[in-house]
């Protein structure tokens, strides 16, 4: 768009402006595939499904701003351009669609396009019993690293059996809430609020009431009596307020010893 808005400002005629590119994905791979043997003549090194992988995710995000900048995506968080992520800022990840894909017999190992035979570090068991019902059918497979690890995840299509309740005569009943009279209507003064004021109100009234009883505003704003403590307490008595046969603060030093003190000749 910046290289097109450039041009512009030349005064490069509309027919000669840098041709547009389609942001879906069918219309990006058609443009890789012309222009691959050009912009990336080792591409031929690597599985197909690493680019298309790339440009799944470009499309994706450039779906997301478009309508983001349109007001169409939902959320009020603005979805920014797509940036260039270098491979040491993302985490390496690819999916494949097309090529073998398998789980092993032993449930220990799978087959995956241009990386042959992997062993797994779980039990995929579970997967293999439904595949060799016929319940499920693999889709895709995305391998992902995360940490030191190399992680794999399936994408599948799995028929489950229809389940028939136990107790199909069974009636349960599901509080939906008040939809109707919302209104409350005084059947002596002829006074219409709704439900919560007239609620609110009338909880108001009762905690003014219960407020102004008497002992109950201390209870509600702090009891003027403590629960006393479990056990003696000890207390710190002023100095010389023992009673004569228990020993209060300690003498003041050198009253503890009976000895004279004698100058060092």
Request: aromatic share 6%; charged share 25%.
């Amino acid at each position: 768009m910046d290289q097109r808005a450039a041009e512009r400002s030349y005064g490069i005629p509309q027919e000669h402006l840098t041709p547009t590119i389609g942001w879906s994905l069918p219309a990006l791979r058609r443009w890789w595939n012309a222009v691959k043997g050009e912009v990336a003549p080792w591409w031929r090194d690597y599985s197909k499904e690493a680019y298309n992988t790339g440009l799944d995710a470009l499309a994706r995000a450039l779906k997301n701003w478009a309508e983001s900048r349109s007001g169409r995506r939902a959320g009020g968080r603005a979805v920014g351009f797509p940036r260039f992520k270098s491979r040491r800022r993302s985490i390496p990840s690819v999916r494949f669609t097309t090529g073998t894909i398998r789980v092993e017999p032993d449930r220990r190992h799978v087959v995956l396009p241009r990386l042959g035979r992997l062993r797994l570090h779980e039990s995929a068991r579970k997967l293999a019993r439904r595949l060799q019902a016929g319940t499920a059918r693999i889709l895709s497979a995305t391998v992902r690293r995360h940490g030191h690890r190399w992680y794999v995840s399936f994408t599948c299509h799995v028929e489950r059996a229809h389940r028939t309740p136990a107790r199909p005569d069974a009636t349960v009943g599901v509080d939906l809430g008040v939809k109707h009279e919302r209104t409350f209507t005084c059947t002596t003064c002829s006074l219409v609020l709704d439900r919560d004021v007239n609620a609110a109100r009338n909880l108001a009234a009762l905690a003014a009431t219960v407020a102004g009883s008497g002992p109950e505003t201390l209870n509600g704003r702090g009891a003027d009596h403590k629960t006393p403590p479990t056990g003696p307490v000890a207390v710190k008595r002023p100095p010389g307020t023992a009673t004569a046969d228990k020993t209060g603060t300690v003498p003041p030093q050198g009253g503890t010893s009976d000895h004279e003190l004698i100058p060092a000749s």
